[in-house]
Structures are given as C-alpha cells and as structure tokens.
C-alpha cells in the first residue's frame, strides 16, 4: 500500500462493497451497528483464510486437535474465567443526547459530547459488562440467565480431559478452535476491526509448567512466519510485549503481533503465557480434577497454558489492507488486490475477445474444467477487454485467461498475471494443470520496480 493516510481505508471500505466482499448488516433498513455481511467474494477468502489456518494449526501437526465447542455454555464458566466480575469498561452518559461513551474515549475529552456538541454533559463512569447476555428456556429470569460468549478459549479449557483422553494425547499438545464471539462493544469502529460478532481462531498449547517460556518464544515465531506466508509484508508487522501495567490478569506475559493499519499500529493477533490460571479456575468452580498426571515421572500437575489468539476478522482486514495498491498504467490508475494465490476468492476469469468465431465456446469449456477440478474460475464476456481486466484485478483473481483468434488456430490461450501484467500463452488443455501448479508454489509479491507498466 502506498499510502497510509485515511483516504486509504474509505477506498477499501468501497472497494469491499463494490466486488462484493463486505456489506453493511440490515443495510436496507439502515444498518446495524458495526455488524459486517460477508458478500460473495469475502465468504471465499474468508473461508480460504480458515482453511489456511486449520490446515497449518491442526492438519500438519500431530500435537493439536480440533475443537468445535458450543457459544452457549454454563454461566459458572464466565464466573471462573472472570468474565462477569470483570470483563467491563468504564461508561459515562450524555445526559442531553443520552448516547453512551467509553470514559477513556479520547473523543470525549474536554467534556463535550461529540454527538450534540453539549459540555459538562456526562454522567460519573459506570461499568459495563461487555457481554450479550440472554435467557435459556421459557421464564426470563436470573436462574435462567446465560451469555454469549465473549471468546472461544473458555470451550477449550472446559473440554481439556474430554480431548485429552479421547485423542490419547501427551502433554506437550494443544486444542485448536475457530468460531464466533460476541462483545457489546460501546466504542466499535474501523470497519471490521472492532465489531460487535466476530470470529476467532485460537490455540491453546498445554504444556510442562517449567517449560513454558520455551514454548512462547516457540509459538511467536510460528505465528509471525504462517503471517508472512499469506504474502503480508515483513516491514508492515512487528511485535510489541505488554508492559507489567498492559498485562491482563491472567498473563505472566504477553505480546501482540500487530499490523501498520492506515489508523495506526495495531493488534490482530495475541500470544499469551496463561500459566495455570484457568485449569485452576475451572477446577475450583466445578469441583472437578483438571490436572495432567505424567506417566514417565509419576506426578500430577495442572499444565501451563500458551495461547495464539486471532481475530479473523482482523486478520482479513490486514490482508485486504496489504493487497490493496493503486499504480499507473498506461496514462490510468489501477486498482489491484495483492492477495495470496491461495486466498484469492477466484483464482481464474475466462474471457473470449469477442463473442464470435468460436471464442465463446472455448472460453466456455476452459471456465468448465476449471470448475470441475475445483479451481474458482469467474466467465465474463461483457465489456472491453481492458474493463474486465481492471474488474479482476480489484477482486484480486491471480490470472486472466483470454480465448482469442489465435486460438482458434493453434489452441492457445493467453494467460495474464495481476501482478506483473506479463502475458504468457499455454494450450487450453494444459490450463488446469499450469493453474494448480501455480496454485502449489510460495507466493511472493513483487516488489514495485518488478512492475510492468504494459498489459
């Protein structure tokens, strides 16, 4: 991206209605506040971006198992966890507009509201409990109150012994989740960033108390190397540990991997030294016995916890955010998403030069047997070639294939490249096979100097 003022963030914000990535929830009636849809392209990379993770988290390693826990549990799981004593913020009141505010929201600062302009407006803070609280069964009552959850990990810590033993795992070994949080958020902003239903991808790596600090330096590595894999630039990404004051109660300590926004510096991931803090919560409220008992040494003990948390959500926006480019070309701007092969929503367009000579019906052929073997492939025949290029390269497809009269003759077709814009041609029998092996090398994007300014 090469610029990073605030212009940025309204283009993308457009960008991800126009292609149909992000829509406004209920926009018809409105909207709702800081709830996203997922249009047809952002389901895609949306998807592709789990997928990624759990591959990487769960299918590649024998020391991690899945986990698919429900979002409503038993309330004395939020009791233990410390999320209904303490999961709040600080409220104050406007007593003309009655619109509520985080008491450290900067925008309040001076006392004036900055909704009605009214000063000396606000009520003394209040606070707030975060989470979504609701009934289960018919009387709405305080016996019958549960939550949605705020967060996954609580699912994980609860379900340690079930996965322990049914898997037949050995400590060092982790339980992976991915699944929605809700928080009712008084201050949510910045597009997805900070929304009030968002979806998580969390790991907690159970482990030998004395060994924990190996295994926190072991995971940041991990967790900033799978980051730079999905094409995200290293100089846009760095770490930053929480000072004794940042430090959450549960943490003996902590770092987020955080991404330059065009808002600014921040967090998207977390990697978090938990210690003990939650298999004792859990065992004290429940009664029950979480503790690890060691057959080599003879001994029980209630493992440590290290814990990588993402936010899906922010981590799409860090790759749209980082895909996103503008660039001249031939006298105009174009707009192109940078995205990782293996996330891009469609990998190829087909498009015949014109709808005549028998270019539509190669073109038709070639967009089927793409489909076939599982590769997303887009068929568009509508416009001028150049129109339907600029069309792919805001919806990031990796590569367009045009059927033109040359390959009527030879049968060969013309691929073009979203990054470079070099153009290569292949036999349209050989494109499902050239796609999948593209598909299957390390993407690296090039960097500007590498950029043709032809295509």
């Known amino acids: 991206m090469e610029s990073t003022d605030s212009a940025v963030m309204d283009k993308l914000v457009s960008l991800a209605k126009r292609r149909g990535f992000i829509f406004q929830s209920s926009e018809i009636y409105g909207g709702t506040g800081s709830v996203w849809d997922y249009g047809p392209l952002g389901v895609e990379l949306k998807r592709n971006l789990r997928g990624r993770w759990w591959k990487a988290m769960v299918h590649q390693r024998d020391d991690i198992e899945g986990l698919d826990a429900a979002i409503l549990m038993h309330p004395r799981v939020w009791e233990a966890s410390g999320h209904v004593e303490g999961f709040s913020d600080p409220l104050v009141e406007c ?13 309040i600062g001076g006392d004036q509201c900055p909704v009605c302009g009214s000063r000396d407006c606000f009520t003394e803070p209040r606070m707030f409990n975060l989470m979504f609280r609701t009934f289960m069964g018919p009387v709405e009552d305080a016996a019958s109150t549960v939550y949605l959850r705020p967060e996954t990990a609580q699912g994980i810590y609860v379900n340690f012994l079930n996965v322990l033993n049914s898997a037949r795992q050995k400590i060092p070994f982790g339980i992976a989740q991915m699944g929605k949080a809700f928080r009712n958020e008084i201050t949510p902003g910045n597009f997805i960033f900070r929304t009030r239903e968002f979806e998580q991808a969390e790991m907690q790596f159970f482990v030998e108390p004395r060994t924990d600090e190996e295994w926190l330096e072991y995971w940041k590595g991990q967790r900033m190397a799978w980051i730079v894999e999905l094409g995200i630039r290293a100089e846009n990404l760095r770490f930053h540990e929480h000072a004794p004051e940042e430090l959450a109660h549960y943490a003996k300590k902590a770092y987020d991997i955080q991404y330059c926004f065009p808002f600014g510096w921040q967090e998207f991931e977390g990697i978090h030294n938990r210690t003990d803090f939650d298999l004792s919560r859990h065992q004290e409220y429940s009664g029950k016995r979480l503790e690890y008992f060691d057959p080599v040494t003879q ?35 174009r707009v192109v998403l940078r995205l990782h092969p293996a996330l891009a929503p469609l990998k190829v367009a087909v498009f015949p030069l014109v709808r005549k000579d028998g270019m539509p019906e190669i073109a038709v052929e070639i967009h089927a047997a793409l489909r076939a073997a599982a590769i997303p492939s887009f068929y568009d025949d509508s416009g001028s070639i150049g129109r339907r290029y600029r069309r792919q390269d805001e919806a990031g497809t990796p590569w367009c294939v045009t059927v033109d009269g040359q390959s009527t003759q030879d049968g060969t077709v013309t691929i073009r490249d979203r990054d470079t814009l070099r153009q290569i041609r292949v036999s349209a029998n050989a494109i499902v096979e050239w796609v999948s092996d593209q598909l299957a090398r390390p993407y690296v994007p090039p960097p500007p100097s590498a950029r043709s300014a032809s295509g």
């Open 299 to 333: 001994r029980r003990y209630l493992p440590y916890i290290i814990e990588t948390s993402a936010g899906i959500d922010r981590t799409l926006l860090v790759v749209l955010t980082d895909a996103y480019h503008e660039e001249e070309v031939e006298g105009e701007t």
């Open 95 to 107: 007593r003309n507009c009655h619109r509520r505010f985080r008491a450290d929201d900067p925008e």
